[in-house]
């Protein structure tokens, strides 16, 4: 099934103080996430392994009853031990229903159910207690129509809504030699049973989205599924700022992108982003606005993250570049001087803005030389600085970091616009993220 991994990309367990209508929170929003039909039918592909772990690997709760029976007595009965093997699905079908959510229809289930029965009945005739191994082939087919909501404080799927269709039950005791009234009461009790544990399980698939945040390296690149992103004393609020949006065409979340620093949180309440500057011609769309990166910046500077300090060998490689003028003769003392250090820093809070040329930053940089040699005097200096970061001429994008490199990205570019800026790609199905989520999910 496809909606566990779905809110993987989509990071939609990020709580939100409130959530909003999309049009009312698109002023608020610091990115965007849109995965388009053709990555949902990638997702809807590839992790049918998760509906079958997840039936396969559930410990089913002991059943007990009891029944009255003309010319028999009280039969009390039991039902443990219940397993499911050999399961698989024939067909899994879905559809993007614009407003509403995601109908699925997994037709073709097959499974053998296996069990242990245990009864005894008796009347002033006869005493008699058993238990009896089972086995059930069965035939389901399974529709789901899960509801993607804001609940809470955060975006949650609601699986209430599915059904169940029995193509096939076939009861075989051990050894079916048991009396036909036995079998028929065996029958009509397994069969509940067993339907009420698919329902059930069908139902509250919604613990198989809830991912533990080791697993946040392995969802978009910069929106983790937890609430808060952080580093040090600096932290990022990605909770969603609106229950996502729905088309035939694509899934779209909207997320805060609030730096916080030091109890200061940052502000964005004039977004520029719209709907209709992302397209739906790749997989996966990430809109990433300049006021989110902004806030970052701000907080690194406070932090005395903009800080570079060079010495030795390094510092001296510096200066033997090719340089238009000859090095002044302070200088070269200054270098051959005992133990030479070269300090830079951000003085101001740097400013980055981004524009269909490419994302730029402009910053007051402080400049200081200092030495151990008491006759050799330190130089400082400040200076504006305007540095074009990415011109994202050729529009592409490297990735070998966050754990990116466990997907298959296809193609990704970035697109540059006034105020923010778009990552676009196609992907493969990240088989190693699907087996190490169901190995520690299942434990």
Excluded at 112 to 119: A, E, L
Excluded at 251 to 273: D, M, P, R
Excluded at 318 to 327: E, G, K, T, W
Aim: glycine residues 6%; aromatic residues 10%; contains cysteine.
């Amino acid at each position: 099934m496809m909606l566990p991994v779905l809110l993987l990309f989509l990071g939609l367990v990020g709580t939100s103080r409130s959530c909003q209508d999309p049009v009312s929170a698109y002023r608020f929003t610091g990115a965007v996430c849109r995965l388009t039909y053709p990555a949902a039918a990638v997702l809807n592909e590839k992790t049918t392994k998760v509906i079958e772990a997840a039936f396969q690997h559930t410990k089913y709760p002991s059943v007990d009853r009891e029944k009255s029976i003309l010319f028999v007595g009280r039969v009390k009965y039991g039902l443990a031990n219940l397993e499911i093997h050999n399961l698989s699905i024939g067909r899994s079908e879905f559809e993007l229903k614009a407003g509403e959510g995601i109908e699925m229809d997994i037709s073709n289930v097959s499974a053998v159910f296996r069990g242990t029965i245990k009864y005894g009945y008796g009347s002033w005739l006869v005493n008699v207690g058993h238990s009896i191994d089972f086995e059930i082939e069965s035939q389901i087919d399974l529709g789901i129509n899960p509801k993607l909501y804001c609940g809470k404080g955060k975006v949650a799927a609601d699986t209430s809504d599915c059904y169940l269709n029995f193509h096939k039950l076939h009861l075989l005791l051990q050894g079916d030699r048991e009396p036909g009234w036995l079998k028929r009461l065996f029958t009509d009790f397994i069969t509940f049973t067993v339907k009420l544990v698919i329902k059930s399980q069908v139902s509250n698939m919604k613990e198989f989205t809830d991912f533990e945040s080791e697993h946040k390296r392995l969802q978009f690149l910069f929106i983790p599924t937890e609430q808060m992103l952080s580093d040090g004393g600096i932290s990022v609020n990605v909770g969603v700022t609106s229950s996502p949006v729905i088309t035939s065409n694509y899934i779209e979340s909207y997320h805060k992108g609030l730096t916080q620093y030091n109890n200061i949180t940052a502000v964005i309440n004039a977004s520029v982003f719209h709907p209709g500057q992302l397209s739906e011609d790749r997989m996966l769309y990430f809109w990433l606005s300049d006021e989110l990166f902004n806030g970052l910046i701000k907080a690194a500077h406070l932090d005395g993250r903009f800080t570079l300090n060079i010495s030795g060998l390094e510092l001296t490689e510096l200066f033997r570049a090719d340089l238009s003028s000859p090095v002044p003769e302070f200088l070269s003392q200054f270098l051959l001087s005992a133990e030479p250090v070269l300090k830079v820093w951000s003085v101001s809070v740097p400013h980055l803005w981004t524009t269909p040329l490419g994302s730029s930053v402009r910053a007051v940089v402080g400049v200081e030389l200092t030495s151990r040699a008491e006759d050799i005097r330190g130089l400082y200096f400040e200076t504006m600085v305007v540095v074009v970061v990415a011109s994202y001429a050729e529009k592409k994008l490297a990735l070998n970091t966050r754990g990116v490199n466990l997907f298959d990205i296809i193609r990704p570019q970035v697109v540059s616009q006034d105020g923010f800026v778009i990552i676009q790609t196609d992907f493969g199905f990240p088989h190693h993220l699907l087996v190490e989520f169901l190995r520690k999910t299942l434990k």
